[in-house]
């Protein structure tokens, strides 16, 4: 799948000008992230970088927000950038965010998921962030043969919304934990009684990745491209979107 960020994106717009515009293009952006982390220092360290609209900057905060920003660093905007094209209007933000969800999720990589695969050819795989006790998180898992007869190869992270250390984060953790953790996650799903288990588990860490990506709640899924549909779909719907029926 081919992936290429806004940054990508800017610096091969970048690289068409003499070096003078790089060295300034440089100072610029180095100077508009000084001033935020001076003025708003609980915006942590920032990253930023020139957008496709003129004299306006995007910033990335430590946290992943995305805020943009006028060339003297003077003037805030916060919500997503539109751009209009010949084929309708593009979010740009968000196109940006999906890319940094392939890259993240790449990154972390699928050791530890729980997975349900594909019947026969694999056509697409998903990745879904979910809480065993969530409601529409165990109807999607309903759906899941439904979605593994289409092709679709469902990878479960942990994301018990309570947090660390509650009985939901403790299940997950026991169905990872379980010698069949995909009969686990069933039982679990189905509302039936898992043993509690203990167990070197990368349940914190997918947690912990759930924030990065930026899930705000259940069930979270994430589509080979980046872009995430918040909430439950049923299986045809989904598969319809993805361009498989």
């Known amino acids: 799948m081919k992936k290429m960020t806004r940054g990508f994106v800017s610096l091969a717009v970048m690289s068409l000008l003499p070096v003078s515009g790089l060295a300034l293009a440089g100072e610029t952006e180095d100077a508009i992230a000084e001033?935020?982390?001076?003025?708003?220092?609980?915006?942590?360290?920032?990253?930023?970088?020139?957008?496709?609209?003129?004299?306006?900057?995007?910033?990335?905060?430590?946290?992943?927000?995305?805020?943009?920003?006028?060339?003297?660093?003077?003037?805030?905007?916060?919500g997503d950038m539109l751009q209009l094209t010949s084929g309708g209007l593009v979010n740009v933000t968000e196109a940006a965010r999906s890319a940094e969800r392939v890259s993240l999720l790449d990154e972390f990589g699928a050791d530890g998921v729980i997975s349900f695969p594909a019947n026969g050819e694999?056509?697409?795989?998903?990745?879904?962030?979910?809480?065993?006790?969530?409601?529409?998180?165990?109807?999607?898992?309903?759906?899941?043969?439904?979605?593994?007869?289409?092709?679709?190869?469902?990878?479960?992270?942990?994301?018990?919304?309570?947090?660390?250390?509650?009985?939901?984060?403790?299940?997950?953790?026991?169905?990872?934990?379980?010698?069949?953790?995909?009969?686990?996650?069933?039982?679990?799903?189905?509302?039936?009684?898992?043993?509690?288990?203990?167990?070197?588990?990368?349940?914190?860490?997918?947690?912990?990745?759930?924030?990065?990506?930026?899930?705000?709640g259940t069930p979270a899924i994430i589509l080979e491209d980046g872009k995430m549909v918040r909430g439950y779909m049923p299986a045809d719907q989904l598969a319809q979107g993805m361009g498989l029926l």
């Open 35 to 78: 001033k935020l982390s001076r003025s708003l220092p609980a915006l942590g360290d920032v990253t930023v970088r020139p957008t496709a609209a003129s004299g306006l900057y995007e910033v990335v905060t430590a946290k992943g927000e995305r805020v943009y920003t006028t060339e003297g660093g003077d003037f805030l905007l916060t």
């Open 122 to 216: 694999q056509k697409a795989v998903i990745s879904v962030f979910t809480d065993i006790d969530c409601p529409y998180c165990r109807k999607l898992h309903n759906e899941v043969p439904r979605l593994n007869e289409l092709g679709i190869t469902v990878h479960y992270y942990g994301f018990p919304r309570s947090g660390p250390g509650t009985p939901s984060f403790v299940k997950y953790e026991s169905v990872w934990c379980a010698d069949d953790s995909m009969a686990a996650m069933d039982a679990a799903k189905g509302g039936r009684a898992v043993e509690t288990l203990s167990c070197e588990n990368p349940v914190e860490a997918q947690y912990r990745l759930g924030h990065e990506v930026g899930v705000t």
